[in-house]
């Protein structure tokens, strides 16, 4: 643990003397700093030279939208319960007593920690112009989003022309979004890692496959920045890799479920088996908790899914009902399937019915109609249970809280879907053709065979990027600090050996 203090406080210092001298320049020659007037990824596309800037007065920031500021600052809240408590309960209910508090601390400490990240470089290497895999370095410690010309803070881009909110809300939503799939990883290895290694490859692998991923899904220029025709083909290609291909994500089935889930599998594998699984009795501790946090995800996932769209309107409230429908129909379809494989219904697969739903429809949501919704739920119902049990015996890991029988199984299929049910003959909007208009594709035009094959390729991209960055993250802090507990520690449980404390009295 002091080896990963130290290491941990001289990346901070690093990272705090990179945007220094930047810095002084810019109070000290205060002219010369671009007024942000426009979506921060528009920002360099649309900033006049310099010089020009000091000739000419500067332009009206425009003011953000009040109501779209509102509801992404609640969806911001909604995702911090999502993980605190929502995850917390949920997989805390999951596993022995003797772990309760551990991972009750995993979950809150990676959130806490990814979130200084986020704002230190996190939000920098993942939303600004870069190259097609990564961001730059121009919002390093959030540097720019106050205007000393302007006296007041800048603007983000909506999916709308001229439509704005702070960028500091938008990286509020990212920074939650960030830390919320660093703690899904844990359930994979839970009962059995150092808590000072969970933090370690934390950190590693967010900077080095959750980033950039988040960039090659999601960053582009922006709809301000698409002025004309001439213009569309120069934006794109300043897109991150994945977008500019086509690929569809609305709310993150690649970018945090998949991304998360074989990073969770990877870490199976490598830290091992619990002592005494397949012999030893490892039920879950307390359902009653896991239902408890099965609900705040469900509630959180609102925030999650629906703010995805950055604004208060007509695809924030289709991927709120698609939410609400999936997840209602994936609890229907777990428990079927469980009472015909078993002849009873359990608590337990309600609650993992509901994340399967709510996995499935997270890259959908928005991309697809309500009847695409309902089918997507209910197959992911099926889809879920089939990964913990099927596929979990196949692969032959301990994932201790099935995160990729569920993320990964699930996170796969609704990516999947999303190119079948984005179709307009199928009653989804269909992808965006041309930010110049800002018009979908007309039926006759959309081909879901190109699309699904553009999604299937995100997927495999994103597999393979998680988990190699996930093996060597993993093999680093292994041939550090060391990946696992001794076994004297893992018998009496991580509760008092790793914090000495337990979640319930003797």
Known sequence: MKKLLLTCAMALGLFALAPLAPAFAEEAAPAAAASVATPPAAADAAAAPAAAETAAPAAAVPAPNKGDTTWMMLSTLLVIMMAVPGLALFYGGLVRSKNMLSILMQVMVTFSLIVVLWFIYGYSITFTEGNAFFGGFDRLFMKGTWDNVAGTFSNAATFSKGVYIPELVFAAFQASFAAITCTLIVGSFAERM????VLMFCVLWFTFS?????????FWMGPDAYTGPEVVDAMNAKAGYLWQMGALDFAGGTVVHINAAIAGLVGAFMVGKRIGYGKEAMAPHSLTLTMVGASLLWVGWFGFNAGSALEANGFAALAFVNTFLATAA?????????????GKASMLGAASGAVAGLVAITPACGNVGVGGALVIGLLSGFAGLWGVNGLKKLLGADDSLDVFGVHGVCGIMGAIL??????PNLGGPSAVADWTTVTMIAPDAYVIGTQVWTQTKAVLITLVW?????????????????LRVNEEDEREGLDIAAHGETAYSR
């Open 194 to 197: 150092k808590f000072s290694a």
């Open 210 to 218: 959750y980033a950039p991923i988040a960039h090659m899904v999601w």
């Open 466 to 482: 998680s988990g190699v960055v996930s093996f060597i993250s993993y093999k680093i802090v292994d041939m550090t600090i060391g």
């Open 330 to 342: 994936a609890v229907i379809a777990w428990c079927v399937g469980e009472a015909l494989m078993r």
């Open 418 to 423: 999303t190119g079948v049910f984005n179709s």
